[in-house]
């Protein structure tokens, strides 16, 4: 992603309240051919700045935190994280870090989602307040990331 190589050499944060989905039905998925041999590339500088500068400023623990992937334009830049993958029969759920900014002038947003990886099925779901699970947004690639994901948490 020719995108990602552009280096920001400052970073200045404020907090923001994501409301509502806003946040959830953002997803960063990139547009990568499906391949089960899909691994996630090692977090960048700027990512691992904000992921902890926010973790400092919010609740969320820094410890444990998988660097997925990220995209950054000059309408939004976004990166989106997992961690304690834990199977359950055809199913890994984890917990999933959402960073994001609405352009350079708007602050971050920090959100943390349950969310689960169907194996079989090779989908993403969230769930809400209330314990219900819900489709996660799917792009182009996600079935990659949904066997990335299962093979973090292999069968006993």
Known sequence: ???LSILRTS???RTIVITGSTAAVVSVASALPSDARWAPKPEP???SEVRLQMSDQETAS???WMFMEAMQ???IDAAEYLRDPRREDQTV???ALLLMRKGEDNPWGMRQLSM???CVDGVLERQDQEGRWSPYPGRKGTA???NWICAQAPKP
């Open 93 to 95: 759920t984890f917990q």
């Open 144 to 146: 990659s990331k949904v």
């Open 11 to 13: 970073v200045g944060l």
């Open 116 to 118: 689960r990886a169907q």
């Open 1 to 3: 992603m020719s995108v």
């Open 73 to 75: 334009s000059p309408k």
């Open 45 to 47: 500088k700027f990512w």
């Open 62 to 64: 820094q410890a444990g």
